[in-house]
């Protein structure tokens, strides 16, 4: 335990630069590790969530070194069957990403975290994998991690995926799908989650050469099969969620803080 003591401050003052990314650091570490070649993430966010998430795509196959700045990904277009159970800590973006690419491997792959992961809903994506082919199921038969997926690849066809759950369930599709073996409609029947969180999905998507043709306001989407991933060198942009925190407090101190790594257009 930290004891944290708050004492009242007039007045800020500083410059400091945003933290990286979350978001763009799992997406750029799962695309990434599809591309056959080298990428490179600069300026990574590397927390728990994120390492999770890398150490689920090593065992997916992928080569990752952590550097200072963040990682270097030697990726594989082809997962490889992981050789023990991926455990995704508390990381619900780690779970719902590297679910549909287990399907790609050959054989059976188990997912699980810690114990408020396993709370977690999973039945939705399960489920619309299950109408492309894929085997999966929750191993306890309530729809929440541990999850079995049993490899062989996607077939493709049409997948139904409700949107009001999580928006995660609709990225993993995204990641898994361009490599099944017939183009995916994958439709989304209620108002889509965290739309914002799609749109990085799709930017990611694109940097790494992967198409995407989404429709209807993100209800639909549309993925050719048998694509490849390319590399690519990625420098992620700063979090406004977490840099919300010191904006708020200049704000309400009526101070001047300079807040540094956050791009005026940004799909956050």
Do not use: W
Request: contains cysteine; aromatic residues 6%; hydrophobic residues 35%.
């Amino acid at each position: 335990m930290t004891d944290l003591i708050v004492r009242k401050t007039e007045e800020l003052e500083g410059t400091i630069q945003a933290p990286p990314s979350k978001a763009y650091t799992h997406r750029t570490l799962i695309a990434s590790s599809l591309a056959e070649g080298r990428s490179t993430i600069e300026n990574a966010l590397i927390c728990e969530d994120t390492v999770a998430t890398a150490e689920a795509c090593s065992m997916l196959g992928a080569e990752i070194r952590e550097v200072k700045s963040g990682f270097t990904v030697e990726g594989t277009p082809k997962p490889k069957t992981p050789e023990d159970v991926i455990h995704c800590r508390d990381s619900g973006s780690t779970i719902r990403f590297a679910t549909p690419v287990c399907a790609l491997a050959d054989g059976i792959s188990v997912l699980t975290g810690n114990e408020g992961l396993r709370r977690r809903p999973m039945e939705p994506l399960l489920a619309a994998l299950r109408q492309l082919g894929v085997r999966c199921y929750s191993a306890q038969a309530d729809g929440r991690p541990p999850v079995v997926v049993f490899g062989g690849g996607i077939g493709g066809g049409v997948s139904s995926i409700r949107g009001d759950v999580s928006s995660q369930f609709i990225s993993g599709l995204l990641f898994g799908t361009p490599k099944a073996e017939s183009d995916t409609e994958i439709v989304v029947t209620t108002q889509l989650e965290s739309k914002p969180y799609v749109a990085v999905t799709l930017a990611v998507l694109r940097d790494h050469g992967v198409e995407v043709r989404p429709s209807s306001g993100y209800r639909r989407f549309t993925v050719p099969c048998g694509q490849d991933y390319l590399p690519f060198n990625h420098t992620i942009e700063g979090d406004y969620s977490s840099a919300a925190f010191l904006l708020a407090a200049a704000s309400i101190t009526e101070s001047q803080v300079k807040i540094t790594g956050l791009p005026k257009e940004t799909l956050q």
